[in-house]
């Protein structure tokens, strides 16, 4: 029977990166899917020639890490990348704010203009927001030694403590928390230096739709693995983790097939690997410690094709926020509560910058609200597609304020809830970036080192370094150079 060096459960970016990285280190990498297609959350499914992209809105750091991480997977240059021409639109009541892909001092001249006695406040939580991002980065700074003390002060303090310190108007605070978004909690709750580094990343280095879709990103990992002797395998669900003297040493597929490895980089829930895949005399007390384990938020989303071409009436326009008032918290509580008329929507129009998209004078768009898990595993069969439909009829409604005419122009529309995401996933109560971002979090290493259990490794949104495209990618990277460092011979 053939021994691999390493088994990667799970195809998602983190998995893919990791194999990608082993495979070109000439290493045999078997990757085991359960699902019929790879990639997890970036995948682009098509409905009567629209595309819909399922995850991706935008991804930050083209320039500095991402050719880094791109060139370590073996494709960089594959991938082209399109800028719009605004990062970002946010619509609140009586005010509205665009994120110009200009840099933090366009971004703090447009709010001097509009908050004119928040001046020093904006330019004191900016300076602040800088020096803990290049602090993250390791930059040789104006003052390193300044930088240091910021990254220890603010390690354990939230976004909400942190911006409410600084800044007095409502409207202001939610606009530098717009981004909680993309982290899948409170503000009260995330992470500040979590939160500076994407942030800033964004106003520093801009954003970005990767030209074709997500499944682009996905297509050309694979073509690297399989290009250098991996092997990947579709509908194939792991259901058992072999561990013999606190050493991985193969799985189990749900059909009975068992393949032997050297180590195991798994990319999926560590819920999901810890109470399902290891039995639990291997585990000691580690288990304990998943009770910390918070998921993020999941979400709903309803995907539209329209006979409109938004891209003639918003030629500029792509990822836009429509808020219900100044506070993101209530917001983010209405989400939980699934109350869909009081929550933050994010709405993309994927035509508007990649014409692939759609057909010709149509348009492609999502319309994704935060979502909680339980209001809708707890409704029964029938409830729940007629619940579903109210609830996407909710958003098109809110988003027709700022898309003129969509409700009458839809000529395709689909639905994906909690459970849809759970279901495809096999993310843990259908958490759409992992684990929370928050000040105090489970910590993966400490978990495997209370088991004890040797030569298991975990990438993408689920770990450290996890949450967004190249969060995943990056952690996939770093999963598989741990592995060669403790010796993958």
């Known amino acids: ?55 991706c809105h935008s991804i930050n750091s083209f320039k500095g890490v991402t050719p880094d991480i791109l060139d370590r997977c073996g494709i960089k240059g594959k991938i082209n990348l399109i800028k719009p021409k605004f990062a970002y639109h946010s619509f609140f009541p009586g005010y509205d704010f665009t994120c110009m892909q200009s840099g933090p001092d366009m971004f703090k001249r447009i709010l001097f203009s509009s908050f004119p006695k928040e001046r020093r406040n904006i330019s004191k939580l900016i300076s602040l927001m800088s020096n803990i991002y290049y602090g993250f980065k390791n930059s040789s700074g104006p003052d390193s030694g300044y930088i240091s003390r910021d990254l220890i002060k603010f390690a354990n303090l939230t976004c909400s403590q942190v911006i409410n310190r600084f800044l007095k108007d409502r409207t202001l605070r939610s606009i530098f928390g717009q981004l909680y978004f993309f982290f899948g909690s409170s503000l009260k709750k995330t992470s500040f ?3 500076c580094n994407i942030f800033f990343d964004y106003l520093c280095k801009g954003s970005y739709l990767i030209e074709g879709g997500s499944n682009k990103l996905v297509d050309e990992l694979v073509a690297v693995i399989r290009k250098n002797g991996g092997r990947l395998v579709l509908d194939s669900e792991v259901t058992k983790i072999i561990i013999g003297k606190n050493n991985v040493s193969g799985v189990v597929t749900k059909d009975g097939k068992e393949y032997l490895c050297k180590d195991v980089i798994s990319d999926i829930s560590p819920d999901i690997v810890f109470r399902k895949l290891i039995d639990r005399r291997h585990l000691g007390d580690g288990l304990d410690a998943l009770d910390s384990l918070e998921p993020s938020i999941s979400a709903f989303a309803v995907f539209v094709g329209t006979k409109c071409d938004y891209k003639s009436l918003l030629p500029f326009e792509f990822l836009m926020f429509l808020n219900t008032g100044s506070s993101l918290d209530r917001q983010f509580q209405a989400a939980l509560k699934c109350d869909f008329k009081n929550t933050t929507l994010a709405v993309t129009l994927f035509s508007n910058i990649d014409s692939s998209y759609a057909p010709l004078g149509k348009s492609s768009l999502s319309i994704i609200s935060l979502s909680g898990y339980n209001f809708w595993k707890g409704l029964k069969n029938d409830e729940y597609l007629s619940v579903k439909e109210k609830c996407a009829d909710i958003l098109v409604n809110r988003a027709n304020d700022i898309l003129p005419g969509l409700t009458d122009s839809i000529e395709i529309r689909n639905i994906a809830t909690p459970l849809t995401m759970e279901r495809y996933t096999g993310n843990y109560r259908g958490a759409i970036y992992g684990a929370a971002r928050h000040t105090r979090r489970l910590n993966i290493a400490s978990l495997l080192r209370e088991s004890k259990i040797n030569n298991l490794y975990f990438a993408g949104a689920w770990s450290s370094r996890g949450g967004g495209y190249l969060g995943s990618l990056q952690s996939g990277v770093i999963a598989a150079e741990s592995a060669l460092d403790r010796g993958m011979q």
């Open 1 to 55: 029977m053939t021994e691999y060096d390493a088994i990667i459960i799970g195809s998602g970016l983190g998995g893919l990166g990791s194999a990608a990285v082993l495979a070109k280190e000439k290493k045999n990498v078997l990757v085991l899917e359960k699902n019929h297609y790879f990639g997890g959350y970036a995948v682009v499914f098509q409905r009567k020639g629209f595309k819909f992209d399922l995850s």
């Open 193 to 195: 230096l979590n939160f």
